[in-house]
């Protein structure tokens, strides 16, 4: 059994950076395919950049491209998620997800 838990989000001004951690447990993930998700209050959850197990091309939404960083640590077993340049319209609960699996989710706040 797979199970995803995001850490580092918090509460930040617009213009700053956060970097969220997504730890994977059971299972090892250089062999996944790892995405982040985001959902905004009243919105549908998005998709917001993923990484491949091989090679590790990542892809991007187009509102964060040049802002996020998507990478992975497979001595930690651990997929990153660099925002730099974090503007209000970030806001959101971002999800780690490979699969059917979901982690719970952390917050991302940006204040104008």
């Known amino acids: 059994q797979v199970y995803l838990v995001e850490s580092g989000g918090g509460l930040v001004q617009a213009g700053g950076s956060l970097r969220l951690s997504c730890a994977v447990s059971?299972?090892?993930?250089?062999?996944?395919?790892m995405k982040w998700f985001r959902q905004a209050p009243r919105k549908e959850r998005e998709f917001v950049a993923s990484?491949?197990?091989?090679?590790?091309?990542?892809t991007y939404l187009d509102s964060v491209k040049g802002r996020f960083t998507v990478s992975r640590d497979n001595a930690r077993n651990t997929v990153y998620l660099q925002m730099n340049a974090l503007m209000p319209e970030d806001t959101a609960v971002y999800y780690c997800?490979?699969?059917?699996?979901w982690g719970p989710g952390t917050q991302v706040t940006v204040s104008s």
């Open positions: 997800n490979t699969g059917s699996v």
């Open positions: 059971g299972g090892t993930v250089s062999t996944f395919v």
């Open positions: 990484i491949a197990w091989t090679p590790a091309v990542p």
